[in-house]
């Protein structure tokens, strides 16, 4: 289970991290910015790469994985040494690092419509609460950087996690799971002694997020970057211990949040 966490996770980030470079698409960073946030999806992604042709998968989907990895390196390599990359390249390559991420999840967990969805958008989340925190960072070594590209990294996040909280509230409200080999509400599961880290994940994945970065645009608003990076960086943990309370129970139980 736990490499299975992992894997998914891993590959969900390395394949949908560079969609990040839309954020500031108008306007694109400068001075470097791009080599860090291109190297490690790429290195993230030539892990997974490694560990799925380790993996009993069948063959096809070793090599889809390993397709997209080609095209990947090959757009980072053109945008390497260039001012900034271009996003729509770094868009296909994502997409279709995206398709191969649903099919390695598909195989490995189920490959129904709602597990791709909140793949995806648990990807989404992870990703962009670590482009905003690094891009934090950056302004703490580059001065002079426009507020905008934080600010706007902030509302993507924010804009992510209010999607996931709607689906959250709608599927606590009319999910259910198989447990015991019986069929109960989510709600209803999430009160028993093996359901309550459901809330784990709710409150760490979605809600202290979501509230926190409140206080993280307030604080941008008075152009303090070095505060919001601080309260970036616990928002990252808690959607990382969020992100694996997820996953445990879609693993295990099938539980779609």
Same mark, same amino acid.
């Given at each position: 289970?736990?490499?299975?966490?992992?894997?998914?996770?891993?590959?969900?980030?390395?394949?949908?991290?560079?969609?990040?470079?839309?954020?500031?698409?108008?306007?694109?960073?400068?001075?470097?910015?791009?080599?860090?946030?291109?190297?490690?999806?790429?290195?993230? %992604?030539?892990?997974? =790469?490694?560990?799925?042709? @380790?993996?009993?998968?069948? +063959? #096809?989907?070793?090599?889809? !994985?390993? &397709?997209?990895?080609?095209?990947?390196?090959?757009?980072?390599?053109?945008?390497?040494?260039?001012?900034?990359?271009?996003?729509?390249?770094?868009?296909?390559?994502?997409?279709?690092?995206?398709?191969?991420?649903?099919?390695?999840?598909?195989?490995?967990?189920?490959?129904?419509?709602?597990?791709?969805?909140?793949?995806?958008?648990?990807?989404?989340?992870?990703?962009?609460?670590?482009?905003?925190?690094?891009? %934090?960072?950056?302004? =703490?070594?580059?001065?002079? @950087?426009?507020?905008?590209? +934080? #600010?706007?990294?902030?509302? !993507?996040? &924010?804009?992510?996690?209010?999607?996931?909280?709607?689906?959250?509230?709608?599927?606590?409200?009319?999910?259910?799971?198989?447990?015991?080999?019986?069929?109960?509400?989510?709600?209803?599961?999430?009160?028993?002694?093996?359901?309550?880290?459901?809330?784990?994940?709710?409150?760490?994945?979605?809600?202290?997020?979501?509230?926190?970065?409140?206080?993280?645009?307030?604080?941008?608003?008075?152009?303090?970057?070095?505060?919001?990076?601080?309260?970036?960086?616990?928002? @990252?943990?808690?959607?990382?211990?969020?992100?694996?309370?997820?996953?445990?129970?879609?693993?295990?139980?099938?539980?779609?949040?």
């Amino acid at each position: 289970m736990l490499g299975t966490i992992s894997l998914v996770t891993a590959f969900a980030f390395a394949a949908i991290y560079p969609l990040c470079f839309l954020i500031s698409a108008d306007d694109p960073l400068k001075n470097q910015f791009h080599k860090f946030h291109i190297g490690l999806p790429n290195t993230v %992604g030539g892990v997974v =790469l490694i560990f799925v042709w @380790l993996m009993d998968i069948p +063959l #096809a989907l070793k090599w889809t !994985v390993t &397709a997209w990895k080609a095209v990947f390196l090959s757009v980072s390599w053109y945008s390497w040494k260039k001012e900034s990359p271009a996003p729509a390249l770094m868009a296909m390559a994502s997409l279709l690092g995206i398709f191969a991420f649903l099919r390695l999840q598909g195989h490995l967990i189920a490959p129904a419509w709602d597990i791709a969805v909140i793949g995806i958008l648990g990807g989404v989340i992870f990703c962009a609460a670590l482009y905003a925190m690094n891009l %934090g960072h950056w302004y =703490l070594n580059v001065h002079g @950087l426009p507020i905008k590209h +934080l #600010a706007r990294a902030i509302q !993507v996040f &924010a804009a992510a996690l209010s999607v996931r909280l709607l689906w959250d509230a709608y599927y606590l409200w009319r999910g259910s799971v198989i447990y015991r080999e019986d069929t109960v509400p989510i709600m209803r599961f999430a009160l028993t002694s093996e359901g309550f880290l459901v809330f784990i994940g709710l409150l760490f994945g979605t809600v202290f997020p979501l509230a926190s970065l409140y206080f993280a645009n307030e604080v941008l608003k008075l152009k303090n970057t070095q505060s919001a990076t601080g309260i970036l960086y616990v928002i @990252l943990c808690s959607v990382l211990i969020g992100d694996i309370a997820y996953k445990y129970y879609l693993v295990k139980y099938g539980v779609v949040l």
